[in-house]
């Protein structure tokens, strides 16, 4: 099946840093990609980097194809339409995502009379529409009211409401459930499935939660250092992981089912993008780590059907 | 429903500093040296003449009952008569302030007009060279004194290059515009310098926000993001921080009015401080306490309007 969006060699440099460094990625239509990895390893940047929504300072390079045609440079006014119109984005914290001195009602219609050429009262009546398919009861009435009128989980619905306005075919979640209460997550995550069946949308998930990927992906994909470290299909990645360091996440993991058990955690921090080690970037940090592993670059090869990971060890993690 | 609350609040506050500010003048015109009924008399006072001024002024009443009085006649707008001009106080007032609250409005919107543009190109492109020509004109502004500006504009604009009136007022509303355009473009000048800082940094802010990021990712067009999104919140401390500065505008129109030999209030107050007539200088001082009291209310108002969590 043809990807819907093709990422090639994507790479966002700050400075002298270079935090995201040459991912390759691929979402198919209608699947859940879930993209883990530490803070700092480069998953947001990637995510807005697709968008362009990174200032100047960050220089972008790399491919995204989508439709055919290439997000990273395509002209600003065709990429206005793929923004919101075909490719939409939830923010990590609705309170500063979501404009502070406008109603909740203008900040979805904007979108729609920008895209769906909606205005007016037949703009009014699809906001009300939209707040009530994410479930916001009282929904014609809520729509006068401010972000700081509702509650942290309303206003995360009412940012997703807005971000679907205009009915995309990909949304990209930022950290969608990272602000919000445990038992308000659950709700998002619910939502943002039920939505993607309703409106027949690909999600990427990017996230630090490995509980989120589990219960929500098909495929994940684990990055460290601003590189892609292993992908596959959630079930064998998480069961059976073919690199050190989806190995050491998964067992830093507290389990619910082997109470007061001694986490083992990894380690020391990750590298410094403007400091990166030779070889493997994990290796510093890494218990299976060899001497070839200080040394080369690493490439993504097969490890197990559809499962691709760049540990030289994979054999040795796979049967540990 | 609450702004009108809001108002409401303000409004009790208003009268509360109109109060003070008026026991205060009353307390500083007790507290100068001589009797007021001494110098109005002058060298041929007798002991029953000062009597009579005594009864004719009330001071033979108590203080209380003499600072009631005063309050009632602030109120009544009864401020008595001028020593030298000999008119009541209240028509020198209703002469010169609509000329003082068009030279100060004015000089708003000018001030307004220079910054919020500038305020734009500044912080679109931080570190540009039009960034740093922008903000090193600002700097000169800010630094110099208003009498100054004033003079060098007049030099300049007025007396060599014949542009603009050398000075006074003109005849009905639009002559007015242009006669007063030099004098508030004087006091626009280090106001607008005070207003641009202060938008490009909340601007500088605000384009970082997350909800601009969000903005974009609706694929909303540029300039909408930027008037809607951008500006709507940058707004919100310069309107502030442009009603704090309405006070030292009405003190700044004090010297312009002089240099520029405009019949406003700013000019009547200086007149009479020199000339020691009271009388003027009371009824003055209330007047621009309560002018400057309304501005105050009115940015508040603005305020609540332009960012409803303020309302909390």
């Not at chain 1, 009211?145 to 930022?174: C, T, V, W």
């Not at chain 2, 001024?53 to 009544?76: K, P």
């Not at chain 2, 009371?282 to 105050?296: N, R």
């Amino acid at each position: 099946m043809t990807p819907l969006l093709s990422i090639r060699g994507l790479s966002v440099q700050i400075g002298r840093g270079t935090p995201v460094d040459g991912i390759d990625l691929d979402i198919a239509p209608g699947e859940t990609l879930g993209i883990v990895g530490e803070s700092g390893s480069g998953k947001s940047l990637s995510l807005r980097a697709i968008l362009r929504l990174l200032p100047p300072q960050a220089k972008v390079t790399g491919t995204a194809i989508w439709n055919g045609v290439d997000l990273l440079t395509l002209p600003e006014p065709d990429m206005r339409r793929v923004r919101g119109g075909q490719i939409a984005m939830v923010f990590q914290e609705p309170m500063t995502a979501l404009n502070p001195v406008l109603p909740i009602g203008l900040q979805i219609t904007e979108s729609l009379g920008v895209h769906l050429n909606l205005r007016g009262a037949a703009a009014k009546t699809r906001a009300t529409e939209l707040l009530d398919l994410v479930g916001i009861p009282d929904a014609s009435r809520r729509l006068s009211n401010y972000p700081h009128e509702f509650s942290g989980g309303m206003r995360q619905r009412a940012m997703i409401a807005a971000a679907l306005a205009s009915g995309p075919k990909l949304l990209l979640a930022d950290e969608p459930t990272t602000a919000l209460d445990v038992t308000i997550q659950d709700q998002i995550l619910k939502l943002l499935l039920r939505l993607k069946e309703e409106l027949a949308m690909s999600v990427v998930i990017v996230t630090h939660d490995l509980g989120v990927v589990a219960g929500t992906c098909d495929r994940v994909a684990v990055l460290y250092a601003g590189k892609v470290m292993e992908t596959g299909p959630v079930r064998t990645l998480f069961t059976r992981p073919s690199h050190a360091y989806t190995l050491g996440l998964l067992r830093s993991l507290p389990d619910a089912a082997h109470a007061r058990q001694r986490l083992e955690g990894i380690a020391g921090s990750p590298p410094d993008p403007g400091a990166l080690p030779p070889g493997c970037r994990f290796a510093p940090r890494c218990g299976f780590a060899l001497d070839a592993c200080r040394i080369g670059d690493r490439v993504l090869a097969p490890s197990a059907p559809d499962q691709l990971s760049a540990c030289i060890r994979a054999e040795t993690v796979m049967a540990a | 429903m609450y702004v009108l609350a809001i108002l409401g609040r303000r409004l009790g506050q208003i009268v509360a500093t109109v109060v003070l500010v008026a026991l205060l003048i009353f307390g500083l015109m007790r507290l100068l040296p001589g009797d007021p009924a001494l110098m109005l008399l002058g060298d041929r006072a007798t002991d029953a003449s000062i009597a009579q001024m005594h009864h004719d002024l009330g001071l033979d009443r108590s203080v209380a009952v003499q600072f009631w009085e005063f309050l009632v006649h602030t109120v009544t707008l009864q401020l008595g008569d001028s020593i030298t001009m000999r008119v009541p106080v209240i028509s020198l007032v209703r002469d010169g302030l609509p000329i003082t609250l068009l030279l100060t409005g004015m000089a708003a919107f000018l001030a307004l007009l220079i910054a919020v543009p500038l305020a734009f190109v500044s912080a679109l492109r931080p570190g540009s060279w039009m960034d740093a020509a922008i903000r090193t004109v600002a700097q000169i502004s800010l630094s110099m004194p208003v009498f100054y500006i004033g003079l060098v504009l007049l030099i300049v604009l007025a007396a060599g290059l014949h542009w603009f009136p050398v000075g006074g007022i003109g005849n009905g509303f639009f002559q007015d515009l242009y006669y007063l355009f030099l004098p508030a473009l004087t006091l626009a000048l280090s106001l607008s310098a005070v207003l641009l800082r202060n938008l490009r940094q909340s601007l500088l802010e605000v384009l970082n926000a997350e909800y601009v990021n969000f903005a974009t990712a609706k694929g909303l067009p540029r300039r909408m993001i930027l008037t809607r999104h951008v500006l709507r919140n940058a707004w919100v401390s310069t309107v502030t921080l442009l009603g704090l500065n309405i006070g030292s505008l009405v003190g700044g129109a004090v010297i312009t009015e002089t240099v520029f030999a405009i019949p406003g209030l700013g000019r009547l107050t200086i007149d009479s401080i020199f000339a020691r007539d009271y009388p003027v200088v009371q009824g003055l001082t209330m007047v621009l306490a309560i002018m400057v009291s309304v501005v105050f209310l009115l940015v508040d108002t603005v305020q609540v309007l332009l960012d409803p969590r303020m309302s909390k």
